[in-house]
C-alpha cells in the first residue's frame, strides 16, 4: 500500500451530536464539545422524532399544535440544551422526522456535517448491533468520519484536549487507508505518538519460514504508510501481530494506553451481508474499546 499525500491539518467545521435525550446518548456530549472547542466547529445537537404509526383509514396529519410527539422532543431539546455543557461553543438544534437512517444521511448532506459524534450501548456484541440500533445505522451509512463512544470508554483525553496516542488500526486494504488522514491529522495537530496496528490472520497452521516471512512483509508495508513530512512529533510505531482481529487490537490499545482507535469501515450495503470481517472487527472493537472509535468509510469526505 503507498503512502498518501495528506493535507497538513484537520478541518473540523460542523460536528453532528445525535441524541435520544438518554443519559446513555449524552455521554457522547463531551466528546463533540471537546473536538468543537479544539477545531472551532459548531455542535448540530440533532433528535430523530418517530414516524407516527399508520393507520388501516388514512388520516391527515395532525396540525403542529396538537402533535404530541413533536411538542414532547420540543420540550426535550430545549431542557437538554439549557442544562447541557454547550457553553463554550457555538451550537445548532435540529429536530427531524423520518427513518433514522435517511433523516441522518440527509442531515449531514444539508449542514455540511464533518464528523459524527454518538453514543453506543452495544454491551451484548455484534448481535445487540445488528439488531437495529440507530449507532449502527449512522456509522455505517453517512458520507463522513463518526466518533463512537462505546459502553466501555474510560479514556477522555480528546474531551480536555490532550490526545496522547493514536492507534491506526489497518487490514492494508484501499478500504482502511482512507481513514490514514485522520489517524495522521489528529497525532500532528494533538503532537500524539502515532501506532500503526496491522493483525495477521490464520498463520498458525502454515510454516514457520511463510510464518516469519509474512509478518515482515506486512511490517514493511506498515512502514511506508506514513510520509516523512506528516507533521508528526515522533517517528510513528508499526505493530504488526498474529491473531483474532478485535481481540489484538483491543489488546493493543489497552497495552499503550491508547487515547483514540482510528479504523477503516466498508462501504453502505445490508448489515447482515457484511457482518464478516472486517465490518464484525469495527464492531466488536467498538463494542469494548476503553476509548472513543473513529470510523472512516471509504469515499469519506
Not at 451509512?141 to 474510560?154: E, H, I, N, R
Request: charged content about 20%.
Amino acid at each position: 500500500m503507498a503512502a498518501l499525500q495528506l493535507v497538513p491539518q484537520l478541518s473540523l467545521k460542523n460536528i453532528l451530536f445525535t441524541t435520544d435525550f438518554s443519559n446513555y446518548a449524552d455521554r457522547a456530549l463531551p466528546f463533540a464539545v471537546g473536538l468543537a472547542r479544539r477545531y472551532g466547529a459548531t455542535v448540530v445537537v440533532a433528535h430523530v422524532i418517530p414516524r407516527e404509526p399508520r393507520h388501516p383509514i388514512p388520516l391527515e396529519p395532525a396540525p403542529p399544535e396538537l402533535d404530541e410527539l413533536r411538542f414532547h422532543a420540543e420540550h426535550a431539546m430545549n431542557t437538554f440544551v439549557r442544562f447541557a455543557p454547550l457553553s463554550a461553543v457555538r451550537y445548532e438544534t435540529v429536530l427531524a422526522r423520518g427513518d433514522p437512517e435517511l433523516v441522518f444521511e440527509d442531515m449531514v448532506k444539508k449542514h455540511q456535517i464533518d464528523l459524527v459524534v454518538i453514543a453506543t450501548h452495544g454491551r451484548g456484541g455484534l448481535k445487540k448491533l445488528l439488531l437495529g440500533s440507530v449507532a449502527e445505522e449512522i456509522f455505517r451509512t453517512v458520507s463522513c468520519p463518526v466518533l463512537t463512544v462505546g459502553p466501555d470508554v474510560q479514556h477522555k483525553e480528546i474531551v480536555d484536549g490532550k490526545l496522547q496516542h493514536v492507534i491506526y488500526a489497518t487490514d492494508l486494504s484501499a478500504a482502511s487507508q482512507h481513514a490514514l488522514p485522520y489517524a495522521i491529522g489528529l497525532a500532528a495537530d494533538h503532537r500524539a505518538r502515532l501506532s500503526c496496528v496491522h493483525v495477521v490472520e490464520k498463520i498458525t497452521n502454515i510454516p514457520l519460514y511463510y510464518r516469519e516471512r509474512t509478518l515482515r512483509d506486512a511490517h514493511e508495508e506498515l512502514e511506508k504508510l506514513v510520509p516523512a513530512n506528516a507533521g508528526l512529533a515522533c517517528e510513528p510505531q508499526p505493530i504488526v501481530v498474529a491473531g483474532e482481529p478485535a481481540e489484538k487490537i483491543l489488546q493493543v490499545a489497552g497495552d499503550l494506553d491508547a487515547d483514540l482507535i482510528v479504523m477503516g469501515a466498508r462501504h453502505k450495503g445490508s448489515i447482515r451481508m457484511m457482518s464478516h470481517l472486517p465490518w464484525a472487527c469495527t464492531h466488536q472493537v467498538i463494542c469494548h474499546a476503553a476509548c472513543p472509535v473513529l470510523t472512516v468509510r471509504a469515499g469519506a469526505r
